[in-house]
C-alpha cells in the first residue's frame, strides 16, 4: 500500500485554511493509504515558543487531529520530537543540500521578514528537516496546501542528490493538493493566505472559535464592490467566501450562487457564518471529551511505531553514508 506523510505544527490556533488545506483530506486518503501523521513540534522551535505554551498546543492539535477523525489505531500519529531519528537525519541532509535553494524558499523570505529579531539558522534550514520527516518513512505521497508545496519540491532534489552521491536509497516524495482548498486566504486580506500568524485575529477562523466569535469575523470579512454572490477570479473576497461555503457544506458554486441569487452580502454571509458553526461544533464537542491523558497515550504509542520505522531506516542511511 503507498504511503502519505503530513504534519502540522502546533504553534497556537489551527485555522480552516490549516484544516481544510490539510487535515480534511487526509480523512479521505487515511482510508485509501497506510498513514503517517505527526506534530511537527521541532519545526514550531523556529519562531520562539513559551514552552508551557507549546506543550498545551502540541496536545491540543492531537486532540484536534483525533476530534477530525484521524484514526490512531488503524494509522501512525506521533509527535515529532520523540522520534530522534528526525534530528538526524535533518543534520545528514544539511549536509548535501545547497544554500542557494534554501534561500529560494519562499516561507524563509516571508518569516524572516515577519520575525527580524530572531533570524535564526533554523528558520533557515527548516527545509531539511521537513525533508528528513517525509524520507524517513518512504513516504509516496505528501498531502499539504499549496504554500508547502515548494518544500516537497526540495525534498525530491535533496533525496536525489542523496541517492546520486550515496546510494540509491531514498523514495522521491510527490505532494497532493486539493485544488480548492489549497490556499484559503485571510478574511481581512483575501490577497493573501489566511495565516496563523496574521497580525488580527479578523484574518482567520480558528476550529475553536466560539459561535458568536465565527459571526463577528464573517460579519467582518472584506467583501469585493458590486453585491452578487457570483465567483470569480475578479471577485477574490466573495470567491474565497464562497470557497468556505462550498468547502463546509458540499455545495459546488453554481448550486451556492443559485441558491443566493437576487440576493445580497449581507444575506450570503449571515448564512456562511451559520454554516460554519455548524461544521465546528461536532469537532469541537469532541475536541473537549479527549482528556490530556488519552492525548499522550495516543502520542506515546504513536512514537514506537514510528520509531521502528525510522530506526530502520536511519540504518540503512548510516550505512550509506559511512557513519
Ligand atoms: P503549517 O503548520 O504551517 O500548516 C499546516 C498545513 O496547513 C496548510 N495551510 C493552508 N492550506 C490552505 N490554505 C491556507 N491558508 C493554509 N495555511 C496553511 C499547510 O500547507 C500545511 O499543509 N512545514 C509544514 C509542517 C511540516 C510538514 C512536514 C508537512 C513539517 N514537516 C512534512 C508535511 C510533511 C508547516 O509549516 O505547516
Not at 503530513?6 to 482510508?31: C, D, E, M, R, V
Not at 513540534?41 to 508551557?52: G, I, R, S, W
Not at 508545496?149 to 546520486?164: D, G, P, S, W, Y
Request: proline content about 3%; some cysteine; charged content about 25%.
Amino acid at each position: 500500500m503507498k504511503r502519505i506523510l503530513s504534519g502540522i505544527q502546533p504553534t497556537g490556533i489551527i485555522h480552516l485554511g490549516n484544516y481544510f488545506g490539510a487535515i480534511h483530506n487526509w480523512l479521505a486518503l487515511q482510508k485509501k493509504f497506510d498513514c503517517v501523521f505527526f506534530i511537527a513540534d521541532l519545526h514550531a522551535l523556529t519562531v520562539y515558543q513559551k514552552p508551557e505554551e507549546l506543550r498545551r498546543n502540541t496536545l491540543n492539535l492531537l486532540k484536534i487531529y483525533l476530534a477530525s477523525g484521524l484514526n490512531p489505531d488503524k494509522h501512525i500519529i506521533f509527535r515529532q520530537s520523540d522520534v530522534q531519528e528526525h534530528i538526524e537525519l535533518g543534520w545528514i541532509l544539511n549536509c548535501v543540500t545547497p544554500i542557494a535553494e534554501l534561500e529560494r524558499m519562499t516561507q524563509f523570505k516571508d518569516k524572516s521578514k515577519q520575525h527580524k529579531e530572531n533570524i535564526n539558522a533554523g528558520l533557515f534550514t527548516y527545509p531539511c528537516l521537513m525533508a528528513a520527516d517525509i524520507l524517513l518513512y518512504d513516504t509516496d505521497f505528501v498531502p499539504v496546501g499549496e504554500d508547502q508545496v515548494q518544500h516537497v519540491e526540495l525534498t525530491r532534489a535533496i533525496a536525489q542528490k542523496f541517492n546520486n552521491l550515496y546510494a540509491d536509497i531514498l523514495k522521491l516524495p510527490q505532494a497532493k493538493i486539493n485544488k480548492i482548498s489549497a490556499r484559503l486566504k485571510g478574511l481581512d486580506n483575501p490577497e493573501k493566505k489566511m495565516s496563523k500568524s496574521a497580525a488580527s485575529e479578523y484574518n482567520y477562523i480558528a476550529l475553536t472559535d466560539s459561535a458568536d466569535l465565527i459571526r463577528k469575523k464573517i460579519k467582518k470579512a472584506v467583501t469585493d464592490s458590486g453585491s452578487e454572490i457570483k465567483y470569480g477570479a475578479d471577485r477574490p473576497a466573495i470567491s474565497n467566501l464562497m470557497t468556505i461555503y462550498s468547502l463546509t457544506t458540499g455545495l459546488d458554486f453554481s448550486q451556492i450562487e443559485k441558491k443566493f441569487n437576487g440576493k445580497g452580502y449581507a444575506d450570503f454571509k449571515s448564512d456562511l457564518a451559520e454554516q460554519i458553526v455548524k461544521f465546528t461544533q461536532p469537532i469541537q464537542k469532541k475536541f473537549q471529551a479527549v482528556s490530556d491523558d488519552q492525548a499522550e497515550k495516543i502520542l506515546s504509542d504513536g512514537a514506537e511505531r514510528a520509531r521502528k520505522i525510522a530506526g530502520q531506516k536511519m540504518e540503512q542511511i548510516k550505512d550509506a553514508v559511512g557513519l
